[in-house]
């Protein structure tokens, strides 16, 4: 497998992509591109000593966080994050990994690489941990407005994603709602329902949001506005609390002593609701692996995009929704799509 | 000051909301009318021995969680819930307090006590607890469909809250969205936010879903829909999140007994994000004091609820809210509401 990363993108750019990478091609039987300006990279490189299964691509152009991203993606034809997409475009890779500007990802994904045929809207995929093990939430924030189909193919790529990276023959899907009655929400959430429900999908219902973190639904149904909401609030609750436990436990001596004693459990604690452990996060949809990394993503979150990456290329991930589809559509063999 | 609390509402009906009541009255200084079915709320103050500035108004109705809101406050005219606030209505209570229907809840504020002039739509208004305070979440889940003007109108009253209830001056007032940039979000976010922006009110910007439990902003504007997403899943990952700390302090000998000694801390860490120790939750825009308790509210919470009717009560949330839309919109006197 051959996996392109866009080196420039993310916060820390070609020190934690380069690194990352690194981490990867020794630890998995990858080999690893690397897109951006050659010299800066070459830098990073020889910081190293033996490098092995890294090829260097280079690219004259960055697009910048504040790049409008449908411009920047038609006009630097020559940035590292073109390059990538194209690269996966042309099947010289087989997935492409990029910490940049998400809005430039998702253009990428759509301009370069294209939609698969039958999902009207390409959705953020991101599997969060919960007591019961992963679910999926999607969309987590490609599309801000949505129309009920759209959620409907975000429900069948879900699907499809529980059912090949985590074995879940038949996932709970649920619609993001304000209640589980079938009339109560939205005018989108309403029409979604009677789509979801018609859609022999095996739709289970609404979710309301305080199930979600106990992982009641395997997949999480939403638009990507809600979807936004849900994965940002998780983090700040999860930021703010576990800050705000500290500080009590600093409190007097007594609990400070408790606290050396307690603290292996609050490490397992913390490690077991971190969703960037669980690495990048697949933009589902487009006719290609396309991964998410985190903006602020460090050598490790960026070596775990690429293990993510080859999981998702390992269980045929893409062509598993293209032929999921197919089955919807033509329960009896017509391809229609 | 006179409360009226619907006596039949909520999960546990008049087993707590009368005990709450008396609660309430033994450490206030206010009377309260209970209405509902007499000889059930009888058999319930005959349990305690001194009852005083108790009041008990038969009806002969009860709404039903199952009731369609709007239909039911029509059709059932003698329903606990009707009675209480049509004594608002005729200036013979104060306050009106039910854990009941939500949605009815709703309904009787606007067609029975009605909307204040300028208002499009009145909204749930949450106070939450955060490490700098208390913020307010508005609308906490009345209007699932919403339109820029009421996002206005959410911001408007929300400033008036925490300017009377919490006495900050100019409060921070900030828009839910998916970035802090202006030009990020859905069509409902962008719109507001030009709106917001252009109103004189003190805008902020943006806020994301991750700002909102440091406590940031002290008025989070959002649709009601977004709103109750919002306040559930703080909820949720609260309970998640206590219920995997609790389990991994219990793993082993060691950290059974490190427990012990930060017990006090995390109680006072739980108390603190506990937002149903703040009691009940008004209804703004409504043209009289309206207060929703919890469905699941025990005698604590419903006395609460009462504690909170008074403190706006006493703070002339109502008035001030009409005084600051006039000013508003006639910063000059001229009153055209």
């Not at 004259?60 to 194209?86: G, Q």
């Amino acid at each position: 497998m051959k996996v392109v990363i866009d080196a420039m993108g993310g916060d820390y750019g070609p020190e934690v992509t380069v690194k990352g990478a690194l981490d990867a091609v020794n630890s998995l039987d990858i080999e690893i591109v690397l897109t951006g300006v050659e010299t800066i990279i070459n830098e990073q490189l020889n910081k190293y000593n033996k490098v092995k299964g890294i090829e260097v691509v280079h690219c004259s152009e960055v697009i910048e966080n504040n790049d409008k991203p449908s411009v920047a993606l038609r006009k630097k034809k020559d940035s590292s994050m073109s390059v990538a997409f194209r690269m996966v475009k042309e099947g010289e890779a087989d997935a492409v990994i990029s910490a940049g500007n998400t809005g430039a990802l998702l253009a990428g994904g759509l301009f370069i690489i294209g939609r698969i045929k039958g999902i009207s809207r390409p959705a953020l995929a991101v599997p969060f941990p919960t007591p019961r093990g992963v679910s999926l939430l999607i969309d987590a924030g490609a599309n801000a407005d949505c129309k009920p189909q759209h959620l409907l193919d975000f429900a069948r790529m879900g699907k499809s994603y529980m059912q090949t990276m985590q074995n879940i023959e038949e996932p709970i899907i649920c619609l993001v709602n304000v209640g589980i009655e079938e009339e109560k929400g939205n005018e989108l959430s309403k029409e979604s329902y009677t789509l979801l429900k018609n859609a022999n999908i095996g739709f289970s219902g609404n979710i309301e949001a305080r199930d979600i973190p106990e992982g009641v639904a395997d997949v999480v149904v939403c638009d990507g506005f809600t979807g936004n909401i849900i994965l940002k609030l998780y983090e700040g609750v999860a930021q703010t609390f576990s800050s705000a436990l500290k500080k009590e436990l600093m409190r007097t001596a007594t609990s400070k002593f408790g606290a050396l004693l307690v603290k292996p459990g609050l490490k397992s604690f913390k490690k077991q609701f971190d969703y960037a452990e669980h690495g990048g996060v697949p933009f589902l949809g487009v006719n290609g692996l396309v991964i998410k990394a985190h903006g602020s993503s460090n050598a490790v979150a960026i070596s775990n995009a690429v293990k993510q990456a080859k999981r998702c290329h390992d269980n045929q991930l893409v062509d598993h929704i293209i032929k999921n589809l197919t089955f919807v559509e033509n329960p009896h063999g017509e391809v229609s799509l």
